[in-house]
């Protein structure tokens, strides 16, 4: 028996949706047919990313709150990244220059699942191509 996983079956619905009832909708349905497919694309584009926010938020975590705050059993919630907030807002975290190139990563890596053609998410890739680079979002090369 094989064993399918949640970007394939996501990816087969999103294929279904866009090549078997589009084209057979117009108007409101249509649209919100294209609105479900995008939202699916984007749960697809989050799953392949988590693993990879999850380990910087926890790296950052470790650096700059010490090795209790990049760990936690509660993933999903992106508990280093609140901690680090957190830490922000009530005044116990400097902002350094080290500080600036996580966020700047973490916001490349969350604008690649919601909108990987954004126009943003463009510009910030050629602004931090090394940042995108060392996240393996970096800009194809045209050659």
């Avoid at 463009?122 to 800009?139: I, V």
């Amino acid at each position: 028996m094989s064993h399918t996983d949640a970007k394939e079956l996501l990816a087969a619905v999103q294929g279904f949706l866009r090549q078997s009832v589009l084209p057979q909708l117009e108007g409101f349905d249509a649209y919100t047919t294209r609105v479900a497919a995008n939202s699916l694309a984007i749960v697809s584009r989050e799953i392949a990313a988590r693993d990879d926010i999850l380990e910087l938020d926890r790296e950052a975590g470790s650096r700059w709150l010490g090795p209790a705050a990049g760990a936690s059993p509660d993933e999903e919630n992106h508990p280093a990244a609140r901690a680090l907030s957190l830490a922000l807002r009530d005044g116990r975290l400097q902002v350094s220059g080290a500080f600036i190139d996580y966020l700047r990563e973490r916001t490349l890596r969350q604008m690649a699942i919601d909108n990987p053609r954004y126009s943003g998410f463009k510009q910030a890739r050629q602004r931090w191509p090394e940042l995108a680079a060392a996240a393996g979002l970096a800009e194809p090369s045209n050659s």
